[in-house]
């Protein structure tokens, strides 16, 4: 099924069936081998985000800044580590049962590693935000940053306070705060490229 899905893909736009490829050939080495890697473990789960986002740009035929392939690449960096710290945490001894590479990692080292991700998210997503030819001229952009701000602050309490990374899925479709903060994020973006775009 997979290679009628990427044959079909190449078909329909040969830089969608190259993108899908890719993904393909990275996922099944991920599974096979990458997994087992630490730090290329999270990398290439991060990798796998980027390609989906360049892949629905390609199929909605839109430019998308190339700062917001920065932001998906760090953002899923950010929550990737974050998974790990919480599963480290939460299986303490027996951890390299859950997961091979967990035995590797330490929570200080997933913390600093946190905490770069967390700031160089925010920071790229603020570049974006006055530096994107896709937006408008008069940096309108720039009042949404407030609420990645807290979104990324609130993921960082949920994970280190209330020990609750290890399902970032579950996290964004239950924890209140957060889903406020993203209907606030898109309401304002939206209106901005409305207004100014």
Same mark, same amino acid.
């Given at each position: ?8 893909g ?92 967990? #035995?590797?990692?330490?929570?200080? %080292?997933?913390?600093?590693? =946190? $905490?770069? +991700?967390?700031? &160089? @998210?925010? *920071? ?8 994107s ?18 979104g ?15 399902a970032?899925?579950?996290? #964004?479709?239950?924890?209140?705060? %957060?889903i406020?903060?993203? =209907? $606030?994020? +898109?309401?304002? &973006? @939206?209106? *901005? ?5």
């Amino acid at each position: 099924m997979a290679v009628f899905a990427v044959t079909a893909g190449i078909l329909f736009h040969t830089e969608f069936g190259l993108i899908s490829a890719t993904y393909l050939i990275t996922m099944l080495a991920y599974n096979i081998w990458l997994k087992h890697m630490v730090i290329v473990d999270v990398m290439i789960i991060s990798l796998g985000f980027v390609l989906r986002a360049m892949a629905g740009a390609l199929v909605l035929d839109i430019t998308i800044s190339v700062w917001l392939y920065i932001c998906t690449s760090l953002g899923a960096l950010f929550l990737g580590f974050s998974k790990r710290l919480s599963e480290l945490v939460r299986a303490r001894e027996n951890a390299h049962l859950q997961r091979r590479t967990l #035995a590797s990692y330490t929570p200080r %080292l997933l913390e600093q590693i =946190i $905490a770069v +991700l967390a700031a &160089a @998210t925010l *920071i790229s997503y603020a570049l974006y935000t006055f530096s994107s030819d896709s937006l408008p001229d008069n940096h309108a952009m720039m009042l949404t940053i407030p609420f990645v701000m807290y979104g990324i602050f609130r993921y960082l309490y949920l994970v280190k306070v209330r020990h609750l990374g290890e399902a970032p899925e579950q996290i #964004a479709l239950t924890d209140i705060p %957060l889903i406020i903060t993203f =209907i $606030a994020w +898109l309401t304002s &973006a @939206t209106a *901005i490229l409305i207004l100014f775009g």
